[in-house]
C-alpha cells in the first residue's frame, strides 16, 4: 500500500517471484505427443491389440493378374468355382481347396501347365466354348483326383497326357486328327465310363479301350474302317463286353456291315450305318 501526494492510496498486489511458474503448463516432451498422436490414429480392438489387414486367400481365393480377388470376379460356392461368360482370357488363379472348376464361354487360349499346379483335390474341370488350342504336357497329368474333363468346343489338336483316374472324358467339336490322342492313356484308365469324341477330325477308332467303357460316342468323325478286334477278342469267342452298351458311329463313311465278328462280344450293336 502506498500513500500518494495528494492524500489518495494506491493499492497494488505483487505475486512472489517463486509461484509465477504455476500459471504456465509445463512443456510437453515432444516424444510423448508424437506416441499419443499415433496410439489415438491408430484404431484398436476391444483387447487392446491392433486389427490385422485382411488376406484373400481363403473365401474369396488368390488375387488375379489385375490385383482382384479370384472369387469376386468369379462366384465362389464351397468348393465350387463358377467363371462362365466373363471375358477371360486365361485360367485365373484358384483357391487350394477347389474341387469342381467351370469356366465356360470364355477366351480362354491356352492351358499352361501351372494353371491347375499343386490343386491335389482338384475333381472336375469344364472349359466347354473356349478357344483353347494348345496344351502344355503337363497341365492336367498330375491332378491326382481328377474325375471328369471337359473340353468341347474348342480348337484342340492334341491332348496332352491325361491323368488315368478319370472317368468322363468329352472332347467333343474340336480338331483331334490320328496324333491328337495318347493311346496308351487310355488302356490304363479302369474307371473310364463314358468317352465323348463327337466332331472331331479322328479316322480310326481308338485301340485298347478300358473294359468298364459305358459309352463310346464317334459321330461325325472321318471313321473309314474298323478292325475285328476293336472291342472284342477274337481269340476268345466266349468272351462278352457287358459294359460297352453306347456306341455312336453315325456320321462317319465307315460300313458296319463289312465287320460283322467286331460285334459280336457286345450287348447292342453300334449305330451306324450299313451300307
Known amino acids: 500500500m502506498t500513500v500518494m501526494e495528494d492524500g489518495w492510496i494506491k493499492i497494488a498486489t505483487v505475486m512472489p517471484s517463486g509461484n509465477r511458474e504455476l500459471f504456465s503448463p509445463p512443456p510437453q516432451p515432444e516424444e510423448t505427443q508424437e506416441e499419443e498422436e499415433e496410439e489415438e490414429s491408430t484404431p484398436r480392438l476391444i483387447d487392446g491389440s491392433s486389427p490385422q489387414e485382411p488376406e484373400f486367400t481363403g473365401v474369396l481365393g488368390p488375387h488375379t493378374n489385375e490385383d482382384f480377388p479370384t472369387c469376386l470376379l468369379c462366384t465362389c460356392i464351397s468348393t465350387t468355382v463358377y467363371c ?3 471375358e477371360l482370357d486365361a485360367v485365373p488363379p484358384l483357391p487350394k481347396n477347389i474341387a469342381y472348376f467351370y469356366s465356360r464361354f470364355n477366351r480362354i487360349k491356352k492351358i499352361n501347365k501351372n494353371d491347375f499346379a499343386n490343386l491335389d483335390g482338384l475333381k472336375k474341370i469344364d472349359l466347354t466354348s473356349n478357344l483353347i488350342s494348345e496344351i502344355d504336357e503337363d497341365a492336367f497329368r498330375k491332378l491326382p483326383q481328377l474325375r471328369e474333363l471337359v473340353l468341347r468346343d474348342n480348337k484342340i489338336r492334341q491332348l496332352p497326357e491325361l491323368p488315368t ?12 486328327g490320328r496324333k491328337g490322342l495318347y493311346l496308351e492313356c487310355l488302356q490304363d484308365m479302369y474307371d ?31 471313321i473309314l474302317e474298323m478292325h475285328e478286334d476293336t472291342f472284342c477278342n477274337v481269340k476268345n469267342l466266349t468272351y462278352i463286353r457287358k459294359a460297352l452298351e453306347d456306341i455312336r458311329l453315325d456320321g462317319n463313311p465307315i460300313n458296319l456291315s463289312k465287320t460283322p465278328q467286331a460285334y459280336m462280344c457286345l450287348p447292342r450293336l ?5 451300307v
Open 270 to 274: 453300334p449305330i451306324g450305318s450299313l
Open 84 to 86: 462362365d461368360d466373363h
Open 165 to 176: 483316374t478319370l472317368t468322363f472324358i468329352d472332347i467333343s467339336n474340336n480338331r483331334l
Open 192 to 222: 473310364l465310363h463314358h468317352l465323348y469324341l463327337t466332331d472331331n477330325n479322328l479316322d480310326h477308332i481308338p485301340l485298347s479301350l478300358p473294359e468298364n467303357l459305358r459309352a463310346l460316342h464317334l459321330q461325325n468323325n472321318n
